[in-house]
């Protein structure tokens, strides 16, 4: 049986063996307030904020998060000025 990388990074999701250098879900959240911050800010990314971004960009759950927590983020700066 054949696997495609999506398929492999899946199974390995769900037996916690992810490459160290990939946050999960609990590890990205951790860091996604932060990482939605400097975006806002357009100030530039830490590597393990990169890590965060990638993330992001593979995982749907996660990016709703950061998306919603964005927009929160606007808005707050919308009302301070
Ligand atoms: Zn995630």
């Given at each position: 049986m054949t696997l495609s990388k999506?398929?492999?990074?899946?199974?390995?999701?769900?037996?916690?063996?992810t490459r160290e250098s990939e946050l999960?879900?609990?590890q990205c959240l951790a860091l996604v307030s932060e990482f939605a911050e400097r975006q806002l800010a357009g100030k530039s990314v830490s590597?393990?904020?990169q890590h965060v971004e990638?993330?992001?960009?593979?995982?749907e759950e996660c990016r709703?998060?950061?998306?919603?927590?964005?927009?929160?983020?606007?808005?707050?700066?919308?009302?301070d000025g």
């Open positions: 999506k398929e492999i990074d899946s199974l390995l999701r769900l037996v916690g063996l999960n879900c609990e590597e393990s904020l990638h993330h992001l960009s593979i995982c709703e998060e950061y998306e919603a927590l964005r927009r929160t983020l606007e808005a707050v700066e919308e009302q």
